[in-house]
């Protein structure tokens, strides 16, 4: 038998566990459909591969970036803007990408094209479609016989879209 203290108690635990449960049931709604959700990150990757051949072509030794000893990036080695080069460097071919550099420094004007099957469609960046292009013009300085020249380098970079 309980004394009048016991059932107190006994009956304050009910009332706390009449509250309590629900209040923990709630919270578990409330962190499996709002918390954890809002979590899942989207992460935007469209245009990486344009942005990764980008940089490769500043930052890479084996692409344009000057080399003494160091690589330095954001300077292009005059010697070696050719397509032979370059087409090693990216190893673009087939349908994969097609890119034009167009450097303009000190009043010369010289354009590479690499992977021709691709950059012969560039006309079909205009329209929306099966196409992904993008271009952009980069500050650089041109590394010609020791002495760095300020240039400009066109980077258009056409390819399917995925």
Do not use: W
């Amino acid at each position: 038998m309980l004394d009048k203290k016991g059932m107190f108690h006994e009956r304050t635990e009910e009332v706390l566990t009449i509250l309590v449960v629900p209040i923990i049931f709630m919270s578990l709604i409330f962190v499996v459909f709002v918390v954890v959700p809002g979590t899942y990150a989207k992460i935007d990757a469209e245009g990486i591969d344009h942005f990764t051949i980008r940089n490769s072509l500043l930052h890479n030794k084996n692409c344009l970036a000057y080399e003494n000893g160091a690589v330095y990036p954001g300077i292009v080695d005059i010697n070696k803007f050719n397509p032979e080069k370059l087409q090693k460097c990216l190893g673009v071919k087939g349908d994969s990408y097609g890119i034009i550099l167009n450097l303009k420094y000190n009043d010369i004007n010289k354009v590479i094209f690499l992977n021709e099957r691709m950059t012969d469609r560039a006309n079909f960046c205009l329209s929306k479609g099966s196409f992904k292009c993008s271009s952009e013009s980069v500050y650089v300085l041109v590394n010609e016989n020791g002495e760095n020249n300020p240039g400009m380098l066109d980077i258009r970079i056409i390819g399917f879209e995925k």
